[in-house]
């Protein structure tokens, strides 16, 4: 079994950004996705937003809310808790 190649890490700032792997979509529990309860931002008003919950792991599971019928995005709580960081300190600020 070939092991995948990760990209390279892009840095922002003074802050590096770590990428991952999604999980495989083998490895989602066996009831699906809809096990998960996804919440929406309050910013969100025309339904075509990311839906966040928390996965039966633990994990935090993303998902593109015009397709909820597809596998989500999978994310370690530290993946998450370090992802959520830079958006407070603004590192994904581009405009």
Do not use: H, Q
């Amino acid at each position: 079994m070939c092991s995948p190649t990760l990209p390279r890490v892009p840095s922002i700032g003074t802050r590096r950004v770590r990428s991952s792997l999604v999980t495989p979509a083998e490895s989602l529990p066996v009831r699906g996705p809809e096990v998960i309860d996804y919440k929406v931002s309050s910013f969100c008003s025309l339904g075509n937003c990311v839906e966040v919950g928390v996965a039966p792991d633990g994990g935090i599971a993303v998902r593109d809310g015009k397709s909820p019928e597809t596998l989500p995005l999978l994310f370690t709580t530290e993946e998450w808790r370090d992802f959520v960081a830079g958006v407070r300190a603004g590192e994904f600020d581009f405009a």
